[in-house]
């Protein structure tokens, strides 16, 4: 089964910026739609980003649109999430998620914080 294994969330400060990973093992990458989530406490998880596994196609969350790039690398087995001018509103714990035709799997999830 696909593992997925999420890194460098942290501390930002609004309108600024930070890069996650995500490294998928057990797993024939390229044959996977990768997305990033994110879920605040007592709220549902919301879509942030999702890119295609045949043309890379990305489509994003209304509300990261114009300020989150995602990409992907399937020579490193790696989806990235860059984030950039950050808000408050950025604040959650970030799940990065692969899918294909049967399967869909999370990783641990990895937390970043925006302060004013």
């Known amino acids: 089964q696909v593992q997925l294994v999420e890194s460098g969330g942290g501390l930002a400060q609004s309108g600024g910026s930070l890069r996650l990973s995500c490294l998928a093992s057990g797993v024939t990458f390229r044959r996977y739609r990768m997305s990033w989530f994110r879920q605040v406490p007592g709220k549902e998880r919301e879509l942030v980003a999702t890119i295609s596994s045949t043309d890379s196609h990305t489509t994003y969350g209304d509300s990261v649109k114009g300020r989150f790039t995602i990409s992907r690398d399937n020579a490193k087995n790696t989806v990235y999430l860059q984030m950039t001018s950050l808000k408050l509103e950025d604040t959650a714990v970030y799940y990065c998620?692969?899918?294909?035709?049967?399967?869909?799997?999370w990783g641990q999830g990895t937390q970043v914080t925006v302060s004013s």
């Open positions: 998620n692969a899918r294909d035709i049967w399967e869909d799997s």
